[in-house]
């Protein structure tokens, strides 16, 4: 069955640092997200991509955050200059089409700044 | 921001049993409903999805029942089974409106004793 994959699993890095995750959606999937949830609170949505736009993104995702489609496989999220508070588990999704499509999540990245 | 809320942190049942889990929603705007369930160290896992025309959807042991007047929703798993044992997460989205975003709920802990 197709699934969401994210790479690396877990990244460490130091305050300041840039970091990219990466994500291969599901091959026939249009709609690309990233979320993330903070260690005991609620998974959060940070933006949508379609069409190699950015299509909504949340008060979180400011400029210190973007998102690229590099090739036809590849989704990232970049954090140019992360922060403490950037330590939580990403998560990557896709779905097929917008609208009432469900979407289909990877099994995150767990970052960690120190 | 509390527009998804799921009440009850934890529900245990015994194998065999109906587990139900509730999630009551504040935004009127919102008009597609799923429901994930999630693994430690691992991504959501969508389980059953319904769209406000609809006031029941029904796969396998799953079914979800929408009460939009109440702005609630439950998802029934029936017969319970140990492997159902994980967190329960109900998102939201508002997709008339032109938000594909998904706002989710704090999660219920379902145990399945058997």
């Known amino acids: 069955e197709p699934e969401v994959t994210q790479t690396p699993s877990h990244q460490v890095t130091q305050m300041g640092q840039e970091v990219i995750l990466r994500c291969v959606p599901i091959?026939?999937?249009?709609?690309f997200y990233w979320y993330r949830q903070i260690l005991g609170q609620k998974v959060e949505f940070l933006v949508s991509?379609?069409?190699?736009?950015?299509?909504?993104k949340s008060e979180i995702f400011d400029d210190q955050f973007s998102v690229e489609r590099p090739d036809g496989s590849n989704f990232t999220l970049k954090i140019r200059s992360t922060k403490l508070e950037d330590s939580a588990m990403y998560f990557c999704?896709?779905?097929?089409?917008?609208?009432?499509?469900?979407?289909?999540f990877g099994p995150g990245t767990r970052l960690t700044v120190t | 921001d509390q527009q998804v809320k799921q009440n009850s942190p934890s529900l245990s049942v015994q194998e065999g049993r109906i587990s139900i889990l509730n999630c009551d929603y504040t935004?009127?705007?919102?008009?597609?409903f799923l429901w994930y369930k999630k693994y430690p160290a691992e991504g959501p896992t969508f389980l059953i999805s319904i769209s406000s025309i609809k006031d029941k959807n029904e796969d396998g042991r799953f079914t979800v029942f929408l009460n939009k007047s109440a702005k609630h929703l439950s998802l029934h798993i029936v017969p319970s089974q140990p492997g159902d044992s994980a967190v329960y997460f109900c998102a939201a989205s508002a997709v008339g409106g032109g938000s594909e975003k998904l706002v989710f709920g704090k999660g219920t802990k379902l145990t399945v004793n058997p």
């Open positions: 091959s026939n999937h249009l709609y």
């Open positions: 935004n009127s705007m919102f008009d597609y």
């Open positions: 999704a896709s779905s097929v089409g917008g609208g009432y499509y469900e979407q289909y």
């Open positions: 991509f379609y069409n190699n736009e950015i299509s909504e």
